[in-house]
């Protein structure tokens, strides 16, 4: 079913950064803001390429992923409904470190960096509003840091799904990434990830179609995920 379009202005006022902004000033910045309708797939712009604008999700999901010569491609993160992206090369004015990529059919808009200077010269509470965002993703990167050292590799999987189920008793999910890109933001090897994924499933802990994941019970995935168990040494186990 189609989605219903909205003006840029009711877009804005339903995204938690924007929701304390002032009619006036939620117009400035929607007279500016861009809309991207992605097909799942889909690239919104690529590692390297210059910092344009603050970017919101209305709808769907974004991977970020970073490559190098030397690791390929790697899940830096995922940005759902209601998340922005791309604040810190703004500020920095660098080019892009990541490239973004449509998980989902999605809705992105994108506020020009311009847009967005010029409301936080004039708006305090916009620069507050800023600024918190940006503290609650470095805590969310320092928390993710810590995960990736943190007991087996099994469990920091358990941890990643029982994040999106975030507290419901089953979980229905696409994985947003390959399974090497995971692997990857997990501080696994593929090959590691698949014997977990293999162990889950032979349990009846997790059923499994391609990226299509189901948790039945996550209550009882999390309870057994920390029954001890010895593991194949592995990079990050």
Known sequence: MARRDLAPAALLARLPLFTDLAPAALARLAAQVT??????????????EPALGLYVVVYGDIKLLTSTPGRGPRLTGLVGPGQSFGEPVLFLERPTLVQAVAASDALVLRVPKEAVFAELDRNPCFARQMIAGLAQRVQALVQDLDRQT????????????????????SLSWRLPATKREIAAQLN?????????????????????HGRQL????????????KTPRRESPDRGA
Do not use: C, N, W
């Open 35 to 48: 809309q991207h309708r992605l097909d799942r797939g889909r690239v919104l712009f690529g590692q390297g």
């Open 150 to 169: 943190e007991g087996t590799g099994k469990t920091r999987f358990v941890a990643y799904l029982l994040r999106h189920a975030d507290g419901q008793p």
């Open 188 to 208: 696994l090897t593929p090959e590691h990830l698949s014997r977990i994924l293999r162990e889950l499933v032979s349990s009846g802990l997790l059923q499994m």
């Open 214 to 225: 189901f948790v039945p019970d996550t209550a009882r995935l999390s309870r057994r995920s």
